[in-house]
């Protein structure tokens, strides 16, 4: 079946550090991975999304590249900020577009 | 363009009644998908409709049905509440030409007592 696993957190960091948020999948078929952004009180906002093997998915100094030998796709940024604090969401979507969610990643910066 | 509602936003109910919530998907989306997000289970999927017709069912009882209206809002509904359907539900939709990227409101958090 399909699935997805993501580091647990909460992960704090400091300002201007860098971030990495582990990520793999299981899946049949080829799926197209995202990375999705809750903040407080709000619904969930699209970050990047890669849809074939060795893509690399980008937005606002985010990255994540699909890694299909390892089945991964790490959500990293070189120097956070405090507006980065949130919660990130890894997913798949799978044939029929069935979206599958890891169980989210909580992430505070302080300054 | 105004982006995914989702009404109400607070509610709380008691162990037995039922509940409807409704959702406005992005003008011009036609797939709406509804979730359940607690914090032991994360996001769930609910089910997806399109074009008024169920098309991907997650796995819940019966008791949580919906359905989708000509203009493409949906309502979900949850018949029977139990303790275990307090949870925060979201809503999202998705443009006909690129099912893959879906938009979701802010929810609708139930708390069931």
């Known amino acids: 079946g399909n699935s997805v696993t993501q580091m647990e957190g909460p992960v704090t960091l400091s300002e201007e550090a860098f971030l990495t948020i582990n990520c793999t999948y299981t899946?049949?078929?080829?799926?197209?991975l995202f990375w999705y952004v809750q903040y407080p009180g709000e619904g969930l906002q699209l970050l990047l999304k890669a849809t074939k093997a060795d893509d690399k998915g980008s937005n606002k100094g985010f990255e994540a590249t699909y890694r299909k030998e390892t089945t991964s796709f790490h959500l990293e940024k070189g120097s956070v900020q405090v507006s980065d604090s949130a919660v990130y969401f890894c997913a798949l979507s799978s044939t029929g577009n069935q979206f599958y969610f890891g169980t989210g990643t909580s992430l505070t910066v302080i300054p | 363009k105004a982006g995914v509602t989702q009404t109400p936003r607070y509610l709380i109910k008691t162990r037995g009644q039922q509940v409807t919530l409704s959702c406005s998907p992005i003008s011009g989306h036609r797939s709406v998908s509804w979730y359940q997000q607690t914090p032991g289970q994360g996001l769930q999927f609910l089910f997806e409709y399109f074009s008024e017709t169920q098309r991907n069912k997650g796995n819940f009882p019966g008791r949580f049905s919906g359905r989708q209206f000509s203009n493409s809002r949906s309502e979900m509904n949850v018949s029977t509440l139990e303790l275990g359907d307090s949870a925060l539900y979201l809503c999202a939709s998705s443009p006909t030409t690129s099912r893959e990227t879906q938009y979701f409101g802010p929810g609708t958090r139930l708390l069931v007592l």
């Open positions: 899946a049949t078929g080829y799926p197209s």
